[in-house]
Nanobody
């Protein structure tokens, strides 16, 4: 079975930085898209940044210039470098992957359990 495991969340002051990490494991045939969504207090889940094979990253305007997404395809991993964090960035961040397994070739969506990013003075 496929597992999505996240890490890197925590408490940070405004203007600080955090780096989130996520890795997918299991009988993975191919990961097409990997990235991050978030859900803040009283808000719906929203896209932060994703990256699809052979394509530029898709980054939300609210974080562009501050957050950087990167992938290590050899490790089935994705990272989110978050700089100049603001109160509005406080949310649970969920790792996302669209992938095919060795037995199910059609792509399906997988989600991590989430990691909490708290921005506080």
């Amino acid at each position: 079975q496929v597992r999505i495991v996240e890490s890197g969340g925590g408490l940070v002051q405004p203007g600080g930085s955090l780096r989130l990490s996520c890795a997918a494991s299991g009988s993975i045939y191919r990961i097409y898209t990997m990235g991050w969504y978030r859900q803040g207090p009283g808000k719906e889940r929203e896209l932060v940044a994703t990256q699809t094979l052979m394509s530029p990253a898709n980054v939300a305007e609210s974080v562009e210039g501050r957050f950087t997404i990167s992938r290590d395809n050899a490790k089935n991993a994705v990272y989110l470098q978050m700089n100049n964090l603001k109160f509005e960035d406080m949310a649970v961040y969920y790792c996302y992957a669209r992938l095919a397994t060795a037995f199910i070739r059609e792509p399906q969506d997988y989600w991590g359990q989430g990691t909490l990013v708290t921005v506080s003075s």
